[in-house]
T-cell receptor, first 119, second 109 residues
Framework: GAGVSQSPRYKVAKRGQDVALRCDPI?????LFWYQQALGQGPEFLTYFQNEAQLDKSGLPSDRFFAERPEGSVSTLKIQRTQQEDSAVYLC?????????????????FGSGTQLSVL | AQRVTQPEKLLSVFKGAPVELKCNYSYSGSPELFWYVQYSRQRLQLLLR??SRESIKGFTADLNKGETSFHLKKPFAQEEDSAMYYC???????????FGPGTRLSVLP
């Protein structure tokens, strides 16, 4: 594909509803990140995958948030029992780098995001 | 903990004027610093990174470890530079990128 693809583009959920957000990274990209961006704020790290392994989930705000990448490509971020404070844009990004070696090619490619509104 | 601050939420300059977007960070190790930009209705994208010491679209940024700063500069702003700019830090040998809150640059005609 041309870039990182996220779906749906917009999601409206009733409080208490479960949602699933999908991310299709650039083919061959090893690293995948999820970020949460509240209105007027910068992206906040949620979790990071290297292939299918979830190496860092320190940014997930509660156990209602769960992410997976079972085959090392597509990833899903699931939010259970959504709350109003979960309303935000959820960004997915991928990178060719597998880390930890730094290279000048290190760069994140972002998707357009999923805007989640919890009513 | 790592932290990135951008003191200005909004910066307005006239076309042709110099512009400086401020970024300060706190991190005890040796970080990598980046500037990401988001133009209207476009995705967040990399503008430049300190490790490459490059100039992109006339923008430069120098890492000052003594002042823990990575300010973004351009001598002559253009209207097409209007966008949201985010400073970001990556920990040494880590994968977690930490973003600042962003500065909206508005270049007036």
């Amino acid at each position: 594909g041309a870039g990182v693809s996220q779906s749906p583009r917009y999601k409206v959920a009733k409080r208490g509803q479960d949602v699933a957000l999908r991310c299709d990274p650039i083919s061959g990209h090893v690293s995948l990140f999820w970020y949460q961006q509240a209105l007027g704020q910068g992206p906040e790290f949620l979790t990071y995958f290297q292939n299918e392994a979830q190496l860092d989930k320190s940014g997930l705000p509660s156990d209602r948030f769960f992410a997976e990448r079972p085959e090392g490509s597509v990833s899903t971020l699931k939010i259970q029992r959504t709350q109003q404070e979960d309303s935000a844009v959820y960004l997915c990004a991928s990178s060719l780098s597998r880390g930890p070696i730094r290279t000048t090619n290190e760069k994140l490619f972002f998707g357009s995001g999923t805007q989640l509104s919890v009513l | 903990a790592q932290r990135v601050t951008q003191p200005e939420k909004l910066l307005s300059v006239f076309k042709g004027a110099p512009v400086e977007l401020k970024c300060n960070y706190s991190y005890s190790g040796s970080p990598e610093l980046f500037w990401y930009v988001q133009y209207s209705r476009q995705r967040l994208q990399l503008l430049l990174r300190h490790i490459s010491r490059e100039s992109i679209k006339g923008f430069t940024a120098d890492l000052n470890k003594g002042e823990t700063s990575f300010h973004l500069k351009k001598p002559f702003a253009q209207e097409e530079d209007s966008a949201m700019y985010y400073c970001a830090l990556r920990r040494n040998y880590g994968q977690n990128f930490v973003f600042g809150p962003g500065t909206r640059l508005s270049v007036l005609p």
